[in-house]
């Protein structure tokens, strides 16, 4: 069971892709610290328990490694920016076979409840619940390019700058790095005559929609893809709900599940 499980989460072509990712272990001189674990196993633990939800202390036996292991190296791969590293190595292998759409990219944000901890805040659709919101930046056929997270009484608006802003230097099938659309596409909520400033200034041309103005519907022919964007994150069961109490965790699930998003595109390709 557990050789077939650990297969399907973590397939032969998805480890080679992440193993030279992977922080290495040193032994220290005077010995002691932590001991060396089997990073294929912990790795497959940490995606099971995105993808179903479970809590640490409920992770199956059959993956061969204990729960305060799995959970204690899945913090040592978050500080050592393992998930963000993923993410861009992913989007790599789909730039260097012109796999992604530069023609546009669509911001959006969705909120999810919050059991407690940092980057929540009170949710003013939930009747004031606690909460934290996903930001997601997609290209034009809504392959996440950039994500974040914060306090549910966050406005979306607030995320703009830094979306576009953290969109990483992906590999071209020809001539230097990409990192920059020609549209962004965005709802009212994220209009303002800041913004349009500062997307001329880049050389970014806006396609936002105005307030009293513009319907929603004209944006409706782009808007659908971030929104199945958004669905497929929330595909993964640990992003439905946030038990986390570090957001620095959250976060990093949530760029592990758009990391395994992208990933499914190269799947799709490779068949």
């Not at 930046?137 to 549910?152: D, I, K, M, R, Y």
Request: hydrophobic fraction near 40%.
């Amino acid at each position: 069971m557990r050789v077939d499980l650990s297969r399907r989460l973590v397939p032969d072509e998805r480890w080679e892709l992440v193993a030279p990712l992977m922080p290495r272990f040193t032994s220290r001189p005077q010995g002691g610290g932590t001991a060396p674990v089997d990073e294929r196993a912990v790795f497959t633990a940490v995606v099971y328990v995105l993808t179903s939800g479970c809590a640490w202390r409920y992770l199956p036996e059959s993956f061969g490694v204990p729960p305060a292991t799995a959970h204690r190296r899945f913090t040592v791969w978050t500080k050592a920016g393992l998930w963000r590293g993923l993410h861009r190595a992913v989007l790599d292998e789909l730039g260097a076979r012109g796999e992604l759409d530069w023609t546009s990219a669509i911001v959006d944000a969705a909120s999810v409840r919050a059991k407690r901890g940092s980057l929540t805040g009170p949710n003013p659709v939930d009747r004031g619940r606690k909460g934290s919101k996903l930001h997601v930046l997609s290209e034009a056929q809504g392959l996440p390019l950039a994500v974040a997270v914060s306090g549910a009484n966050l406005h979306d608006s607030q995320a703009f700058k830094p979306l576009i802003l953290g969109i990483p230097a992906v590999r071209s099938r020809r001539g230097p790095r990409r990192r920059k659309p020609v549209k962004v596409r965005a709802d009212k909520a994220y209009y303002s005559a800041e913004h349009l400033r500062w997307l001329r200034g880049r050389n970014l041309i806006a396609r936002i929609a105005r307030p009293g103005i513009e319907s929603g519907e004209r944006l409706g022919r782009h808007r659908w893809k971030i929104e199945r964007s958004i669905s497929w994150l929330f595909g993964y069961r640990r992003l439905s709900v946030r038990y986390e109490r570090k957001g620095s965790h959250f976060l990093a699930f949530l760029g592990l599940a758009a990391a395994l998003t992208c990933y499914k595109r190269l799947v799709k390709l490779a068949t």
